[in-house]
Every structure is written in structure tokens, then in C-alpha cells.
């Protein structure tokens, strides 16, 4: 049952990409969905055995390689932090699914399409199921490269294939650090597996490297490698910049990355080095300064982002901060849940605008939309659901773990003055809530409530879609309604057990209590900013007030310009410090200099130059007289003598030697 979780969608995705001309379109989009959803089913089960029933199970199948004292075997762990990103991880995957079937019904390539999402799924589950470092590096990889091939499936686009290409390169930064953080623990830990390097870990508080006469503390240095690698998964700030051209891909495929996928395997990998990370403060401060920057950039980014999919992208990006620095905070299990509640919300939100585009014809600008509340009332219901979620109204999902960490943030910087970085995510988190009611309502009211601003051919077409889309979205918003209500207690209760011992937590890193009996204010904080973005945002798009709102002044435009319109010129800053003097080098010195120039002279165009030199002076000597043959066969036969003679002979063979060239010389 443990290893048909991860078996069934290798099945699904091998037999519908090697046999989708014979199964057809229809053949491998159900058999590839009804593998996945069978996983759900046993994931189901593992919950209740592993999460329910307090059982962890470890399943080794054989050695996969031994060199000296390295030893890694091809091991599974089940325990309470794996099957909660199995149920996940296999629930949205096999809701994406089904969503698919008749989202790429026109698609002439839906086999292929269907495949890649279930190796997709497949690695994701290799990810978070691994009992070692380097088991877990390989369905990181793996990931990675799924992500490539579903970002560019549409490859003749050529939009797609620069998202597709910047994605990987992206992303390569990260798997360096976790590479190096692999060496790292092994150096460390002289082993690979996750249950030596947790019990130890206690052990090497005190371990140091001594580089060039510096020393490095070790697990700090261990745990920044694992950091470098959930940047740029997760998308944090200074590697976020491959997340929102990743809606170059299908709908779907945003769905599954954001929500399930991807993004999420950063953040688990903090969750599950929490043994380690917890001994290394400097990468605790690491995680909130980094994490709520980077919920306060998206934030305002994701304000005046006009195109549908990357408003609700870089909302992704900003609550993949709030996960982050709620980390840093040693709240792992408060990460997970907001992970767990966040893959609801924002599958219904990606799969929601999937229907809207589908039924505009691939329209995603929202300046072109409008007045879509008539024709589409359920996606509207829908959408505004998870949108609510998302805001964390009260006792929608979101409410329950977004609010959550922020009275922590509250909490933990009135009663610890000390900790500027805690005060500091307090307000950047608190204000970022303010700019994701802002953009939510935003989102609702060009989608739907705004004068329609669509071709009146496209509205006379215009319904809602099919039942097999529709499905996916109603179960999604259930979960938005009600996952956080009835599962609270059971993930972040004060007396829960259900972690057991997977998650560890120091005792003066526990916010919990203090949380608990924050001032009302701090609790009713999140839900009153809400109600001002939202009503901010209303006043703009439904009045005349947005008039004073349009800044004239060249330096303020400039410093709007830097801030909003151009994304904090990160892209641009890549570009002209990286990009540009790497491409430039790799044109003038590498290519004309090194390539075309020392390389070639050397070797290819220099030898073949020699070779002609040389061979025309062979030429020359094979002027077809024997005399001459003669004289050379004589000239290397005394040549051949003087080498085999010993260095002390007498020096009369010297004289031999040329009166035999001189009576040659004088008879030719």
C-alpha cells in the first residue's frame, strides 16, 4: 500500500506516454486520472494508519550505492510530515487531472500532456518520501525538469520556451546550495540519512570548519545550503523571478505547481530539517527577514499586475513568505498548515480563472474582461470563495492559519523587544495583508463586476463549463470552506500529538502560549486591514477618486515606476549585472579569443596548417631518382648505427663512418 502511492502514478504517466497513440486522447486521460486517484485513495489510507493510528513506517528496498563509509539505499519514511504533503500532493494532482480531461480537450497532444503530470506527481512524491539526502536530491531534480517540460508544452510558443529555460536556470542556483549543503552533511555527519543526521544533530552544535584560518560553524553553514536550495524552489525573494513566467504553461499546470507541487517542496524541506535548523539562529533570522520581505514585495507587485494568472502567482509568492518566515519563527507546524489550507485556495483560484480563460478564448488581461458575473454566477461563487479564503476572512480556511502566524509575529515582538527581526516581519506581514485584499478585490471586480470590455462574438458563446471542470472546483471549495475549521485542532491544537517527534522545536523557541493571550486588537489586526484593502479598492475601481491617486510628479512617477510598474527592477538588475557581462564573455573571450582564436590555432586550423606545411616538404624529397632514395636509406641507416652504439666507443668509428658518406657522395 506505501509503495503504490508512488508506484501508480509512474504507471499512469509511462503507459499514457508510451501508449497514447494506441489508447487515444480520451483512453490515457482516464486511465492516467483513475491511477492518481487510486494513490488518493491509498494516501487516504496511510493517513489514517501513520497520521491517526500513531505508526511511522520506514521501508528500505536495497542498497543503491556504497563507497567507503558512504552508504544510501533506496529507503521510504512515512511519517507525519510526509503523509500530510502525500494527501496534498495526490488530492490536487488527481483533481488537476480530472480538470485536464476536457481543459485540453482541443489539444492534439493530450497524452503527453497527461504523462508529464504524472511524472510530475511522481517526483513531487519521490521529494517528500525519501529517507535520505540524496533519495530526496533526486526527486528534487526530477521535479525540476517536469516543471521544464510542463512550462514549455506548448514549445512553438516562443513566450513559453524563455519561461520554460529561465525556470530551470533559476532554479539551478538553488539545487547548487542544496548540492553543496549534501556534501555539507556528509563532511558533518559522515552519513546521508535523514534519522543519523536528526539524532546527531545535537551532538555538532559546537562543530566548526576551519577554512584558511576562519572558522565556519558547521551546522550553520549546513543549514544555509538547504536554505540557498528552498529559495529558489520556493521562490523567495532574489530567486523568485522564474514564478510569475511560469503562466506560460496551461492553467493546469499553474494549478498543480503553486498549489501541490514545486514551490511547496522549499518549504517541506525547511519543515523537515526543523532538527537541524532549529541549533543555527543566524538561518532562523535568515528565514523571517527573507520570508516576509518577500510576502511584503509580492504583495505590492502583485497590486497593478493586469494579466489574471499573475495576480494570483505572485499571491502564491507571497504566501509562500508568510510559510517561510513562519519557519523562522520555529512554527513549523503552522508552515505546514497554512501549506496544507494554501493548496485548497489556490487550486480554486488557478483552476477557477482556468474556466474564465477557457471561456474567453485564452483572454487573461482583466482590462479586457467584465460583466462576467451573468455568465459565469457558478465560477464567481467559486472564485470569490477562494479569494475569501485567501484574505483569511473569519472561519474560512485561510483564516485559521494565515491569521495564526501573524499573531505570532504580534505576539513574540511585544514580548521579546529584543528581536528587531521578529518586529520587523510583524510589520511587513501585517501590511501585506492589506495588499492581498487590495488585489483579491481587485481581481473579482475587472473579472466580473466591471463594465464588459470583451468582444460581443466572444459573450455570444460565452457559458459555463463543463461537469467534469465544474467537480474539481466544487470539492476545492469545500476544502476552502471548511479544511481549516475541522482539521485546527488536530495540526496546531495546544495539546495535539500528532507530529511525534517529526517536527522538533526547542522550548525557548514555542510562541504558542503567547499567541493564545494576544490582545484582541492583534487578533482582529489581519481582518481589519481585510476590510480597508477591500474597501480601498472598491472606492478606486468603482469611483472617481482614483484621480488623486495619478501621481504627476516626475520623481514620484520614477520611484512608482522602480517600485510597482517594473517589479523592483530585478529582472532588469539580472539582466545588466549578470546576464549581459556573462553573454558578453562569453562572445568576446571565450568564443572569438579561446574558441576561434587560441583553440583553433592550436589545434584543428594550426595542425592542419602544419600538416600541409609538413607535407610539402615531403614532396619535395620524393623527387622519384634512386640516387637520392639511395642517400636516404644511408643517411638513417648510419643515423641508426650512432644510436645503438654505447656512448664510451672509440672515436675511430666516427672516422668510418664518413669515409663510407664520403665514397657515396663521390660515386653518386
Known amino acids: 500500500m506505501f509503495l503504490l502511492v508512488l508506484v501508480l502514478p509512474l504507471v499512469g504517466s509511462l503507459i499514457t506516454g508510451f501508449g497514447g497513440r494506441w489508447l487515444g486522447a480520451k483512453g490515457s486521460s482516464i486511465y492516467a486520472t483513475t491511477c492518481v486517484i487510486f494513490s488518493v485513495f491509498f494516501s487516504l489510507c496511510i493517513f489514517y494508519e501513520v497520521g491517526l493510528g500513531g505508526a511511522p513506517c520506514y521501508i528500505t528496498l536495497n542498497y543503491w550505492l556504497v563507497s567507503g563509509t558512504l552508504s544510501v539505499n533506496w529507503s521510504f519514511l512515512f511519517d507525519s510530515i510526509t503523509i500530510i504533503m ?64 510542463l512550462i514549455n508544452f506548448w514549445f512553438t510558443r516562443l ?42 544533530a545535537p551532538l555538532f552544535e559546537n562543530y566548526f570548519f576551519n577554512f584558511m584560518g576562519i572558522k565556519i560553524h558547521g551546522l550553520s553553514l549546513f543549514g544555509f545550503f538547504i536554505f540557498m536550495g528552498a529559495i529558489g524552489k520556493s521562490a523567495q525573494l532574489g530567486l523568485h523571478t522564474w514564478l510569475p513566467d511560469a503562466m ?36 532562523l533570522f535568515l528565514l523571517v527577514t527573507i520570508g516576509s520581505s518577500t510576502a511584503f514585495f509580492a504583495g505590492m507587485t502583485g497590486i497593478f499586475q493586469n494579466d489574471l494568472k499573475k495576480v494570483i502567482a505572485y499571491s502564491t509568492c507571497s504566501q509562500l513568505g508568510y510559510m517561510a518566515f513562519s519557519c523562522g519563527l520555529s512554527c513549523y507546524d503552522v508552515s505546514l498548515f497554512h501549506l496544507t489550507n494554501h493548496a485548497f485556495f489556490k487550486a480554486l483560484l488557478f483552476l477557477s480563472a482556468g474556466s474564465v480563460i477557457h471561456g474567453l478564448n485564452n483572454e487573461q488581461d482583466m482590462r479586457r474582461m467584465g460583466s462576467l458575473i451573468s455568465f459565469l454566477p457558478l465560477t464567481y461563487s467559486l472564485m470569490l470563495i477562494g479569494s475569501l479564503a485567501l484574505l483569511g476572512i473569519p472561519y474560512l480556511t485561510g483564516f485559521y492559519s494565515k491569521d495564526f502566524i ?38 473579482i471586480y475587472l473579472t466580473f463586476l466591471n463594465n464588459s470590455n470583451t468582444y460581443r462574438t466572444v459573450l455570444k458563446d460565452l457559458h459555463e463549463s463543463s461537469l467534469l471542470m465544474a467537480i474539481p472546483l466544487i470539492i476545492l471549495a469545500i476544502g476552502s470552506l471548511f479544511f481549516g475549521y475541522i482539521f485546527k485542532d488536530l495540526f496546531i491544537g495546544s495539546g495535539t500529538d500528532f507530529w511525534k517527534g517529526s517536527i522538533l522545536v526547542l522550548p525557548n523557541h514555542n510562541f504558542f502560549i503567547e499567541a493564545e493571550w494576544a490582545s484582541p486588537i492583534i487578533k482582529w489586526l ?68 579561446l574558441d576561434k582564436g587560441f583553440i583553433e590555432l592550436a589545434g584543428p586550423v594550426g595542425s592542419s596548417k602544419f600538416i600541409i606545411l609538413w607535407s610539402k616538404l615531403i614532396s619535395r624529397i620524393q623527387s622519384g631518382q634512386i640516387t637520392h632514395y639511395i642517400f636516404f636509406i644511408v643517411l638513417s641507416l648510419c643515423a641508426f648505427i650512432l644510436n645503438l652504439v654505447d656512448n664510451q666507443w672509440d672515436l675511430n668509428m666516427h672516422f668510418h663512418l664518413i669515409n663510407i658518406l664520403f665514397i657515396y657522395f663521390f660515386f653518386i
Open 86 to 149: 502525500l494527501v496534498v500532493i495526490t488530492f490536487i494532482s488527481s483533481l488537476v487531472h480530472l480538470y485536464s480531461i476536457q481543459y485540453m480537450s482541443n489539444d492534439p497532444h493530450r497524452p503527453r500532456f497527461m504523462s508529464y503530470l504524472g511524472i510530475f506527481t511522481f517526483f513531487m512524491l519521490i521529494l517528500v518520501t525519501a529517507d535520505n539526502l540524496l533519495q530526496m536530491f533526486l526527486g528534487w531534480e526530477g521535479v525540476g525538469l517536469a516543471s521544464y517540460l
Open 406 to 443: 501573524l499573531e505570532l509575529t504580534q505576539s513574540s515582538s511585544y514580548n521579546n523587544l529584543g528581536n528587531w527581526h521578529i518586529s520587523f516581519a510583524s510589520w511587513l506581514g501585517s501590511i501585506s495583508v492589506f495588499f492581498t485584499a487590495f488585489y483579491s478585490s481587485r481581481l
Open 526 to 593: 489581519p481582518f481589519i486591514l481585510s476590510i480597508l484593502g477591500i474597501t480601498l479598492s472598491n472606492m478606486i475601481n468603482t469611483t472617481a477618486i482614483y484621480k488623486f491617486f495619478i501621481i504627476k510628479n516626475l520623481k514620484f512617477s520614477t520611484f512608482y515606476v522602480f517600485l510597482i510598474s517594473k517589479k523592483w527592477f530585478w529582472d532588469v538588475l539580472y539582466n545588466r549585472v549578470l546576464v549581459s557581462p556573462i553573454l558578453n564573455f562569453g562572445y568576446k573571450i571565450s568564443y572569438k579569443t
Open 159 to 200: 513566450a513559453a520556451n524563455q519561461s520554460a529555460i529561465k525556470a530551470l536556470l533559476v532554479n539551478r542556483i538553488g539545487d547548487f546550495g542544496l548540492t553543496l549543503g549534501i556534501l555539507t552533511a556528509f563532511c558533518i555527519f559522515q552519513s546521508l540519512d535523514y534519522s543519523v543526521i536528526f539524532s546527531t
Open 248 to 283: 506560460e504553461g496551461p492553467t493546469p499546470v499553474s494549478a498543480l505547481i503553486h498549489a501541490a507541487t514545486m514551490v511547496t517542496a522549499g518549504v517541506f524541506l525547511i519543515i523537515r530539517f526543523s532538527p537541524v535548523l532549529e541549533f543555527t539562529p543566524i538561518i
